[in-house]
C-alpha cells in the first residue's frame, strides 16, 4: 500500500531561519516522490520532484530510499514562503500527505 | 494556456440535492484525477482516468458519486444525494503519462457546502 506522512501540521520560523519540512512514505516498489506547494488563494502547484535533483526557490529535497523519507529543506526561510506544503508519492496513483503550514515571521 | 479548468468554483446546496462538477485537462493530458479535500488535510484520491477508463476508483463512494469521462477528455463527478460531509473543495488534475516528466497539474477547486 501507498502512504505518505508528514508529521507537523505546522511549522513557525523566522525569517532567515533554517527550514525542515518532513516526509516519510510507504511504497514497495520504486516511487515517484514530489513536493506542491499552495500559496494563499492560488492552485496547488508543483514545486519540485526527486528525480530532478533540483533546487526551486531555494527549496531542495532529496531521496533517503533507507530512510523512506524525502525532507524539504531551506537554509534561509523567505517570508514568501509561507504556504501550505504537500509531499506526494507517484506509485499507482497519485496520492498526498495531509500537508504542513509553513509560516515565516518577518 | 488556461491550465486544467473546473466549473463551478462554488456551490452551495441542501441536502438530498444532486450536484454535479466539470473539469477540463489540459490538451493531450491523458491521466485525469478527482480529489477531495476536506479543510486542513492533504487532497484525497477519488478516482483516477488513464484515457477513457476508470483505472483507479476504489476511494469512490459508488453508492452517491459517480464521475465519467466521456472521449478521454473533459469529465463530470456527481453526487447524488449531497450529504452534509460531504462539503469539501473538490480538485481535478491531470498529466501526461508517458515517458519522461510526469507532474500532475491541478485545476482551482470547486468549493461544494451542503446545508
Known amino acids: 500500500a501507498q502512504r505518505v506522512t508528514q508529521p507537523e501540521k505546522l511549522l513557525s520560523v523566522f525569517k532567515g531561519a533554517p527550514v525542515e519540512l518532513k516526509c516519510n512514505y510507504s511504497?514497495?516498489?520504486?516511487?515517484?516522490l514530489f513536493w506542491y506547494v499552495q500559496y494563499s488563494r492560488q492552485r496547488l502547484q508543483l514545486l519540485l520532484r526527486?528525480?530532478s535533483r533540483e533546487s526551486i526557490k531555494g527549496f531542495t529535497a532529496d531521496l533517503n530510499k533507507g530512510e523512506t523519507s524525502f525532507h524539504l529543506k531551506k537554509p534561509f526561510a523567505q517570508e514568501e514562503d509561507s504556504a501550505m506544503y504537500y509531499c506526494a508519492l507517484r506509485g499507482a496513483a497519485l496520492i498526498f500527505g495531509t500537508g504542513t503550514r509553513l509560516q515565516v515571521f518577518p | 494556456e488556461a491550465g486544467v479548468v473546473q466549473s463551478p468554483r462554488y456551490k452551495i446546496i441542501e441536502k438530498k440535492q444532486p450536484v454535479a462538477f466539470w473539469c477540463n485537462p489540459i490538451?493531450?493530458?491523458?491521466?485525469l484525477y478527482w480529489y477531495r479535500q476536506n479543510l486542513g488535510q492533504g487532497p484525497e484520491l477519488l478516482i483516477r482516468?488513464?484515457?477513457?477508463?476508470?483505472?483507479?476508483d476504489s476511494q469512490l463512494p459508488k453508492d452517491r458519486f459517480s464521475a465519467e469521462r466521456l472521449k478521454g477528455v473533459d469529465s463530470t463527478l456527481k453526487i447524488q444525494p449531497a450529504e452534509l460531509g460531504d462539503s469539501a473543495v473538490y480538485l481535478c488534475?491531470?498529466?501526461?503519462?508517458?515517458?519522461?516528466?510526469?507532474?500532475?497539474?491541478f485545476g482551482q477547486g470547486t468549493r461544494l457546502t451542503v446545508v
Open positions: 482516468y488513464e484515457n477513457e477508463e476508470a483505472v483507479d
Open positions: 490538451s493531450g493530458h491523458n491521466t
Open positions: 511504497y514497495s516498489g520504486s516511487p515517484e
Open positions: 488534475a491531470s498529466s501526461f503519462s508517458g515517458t519522461g516528466l510526469t507532474e500532475a497539474f
Open positions: 526527486h528525480i
